[in-house]
């Protein structure tokens, strides 16, 4: 069976008839071309021909009379941390991005796959990681400039540390 596109979803579109699931980890919702099968067997070749066509919880790749087929992601190891503040949450996300590492944003957390040493370097700058087996599912999105790191004036990081910073009475 071959997938272009997906044609619903599970959370906006509920169905009473039986769900096959197709689970993929959190790294896989990004291929454009892939081929898997689902929990009962089903054969599957996803080929999305659009640039930045991106698989989602629930999304529901076929449906006949008899049967659903949506995507599952699976539960993986991750760090979770919950920001306290405005400012270390902008801190935080700069840093993580900063090291290209995908970014998940989900429930007022911040998550990224689990990595002893990013672990260890977020613990050692004062952050309060957690190690949890969750499902990344909402990948923050960005659209970087090309940019250099040193003194080149105004970046991001500090537009960001001043709309966070206390404003002086």
């Not at 990681?129 to 940019?147: A, I, M, R």
């Amino acid at each position: 069976m071959i997938i272009n596109e997906t044609i619903g979803n599970l959370i906006q579109n509920p169905t009473t008839k039986p769900v096959d699931y197709l689970d993929l980890e959190w790294f896989e919702t990004t291929k454009r071309i892939q081929r898997k099968k689902t929990r009962l067997g089903i054969d599957i070749a996803i080929k999305f021909l659009r640039e930045g066509q991106r698989l989602r919880e629930g999304d529901i790749l076929f449906e006949d009379d008899e049967k659903v087929i949506a995507v599952n992601i699976m539960e993986t190891e991750a760090i979770v941390m919950s920001p306290a503040s405005l400012l270390e949450m902008g801190t935080v996300c700069y840093e993580i991005g900063n090291k290209h590492i995908p970014l998940f944003i989900q429930d007022d957390k911040v998550l990224l796959p689990f990595e002893m040493p990013m672990y260890r370097w977020l613990e050692a700058s004062g952050s309060k990681p957690e190690k949890q087996f969750v499902k990344l599912l909402n990948l923050l999105k960005s659209n970087v400039e090309p940019h250099g790191h040193g003194s080149l004036g105004s970046t991001i990081f500090t537009k960001i540390l001043k709309m966070a910073a206390p404003k002086d009475e």
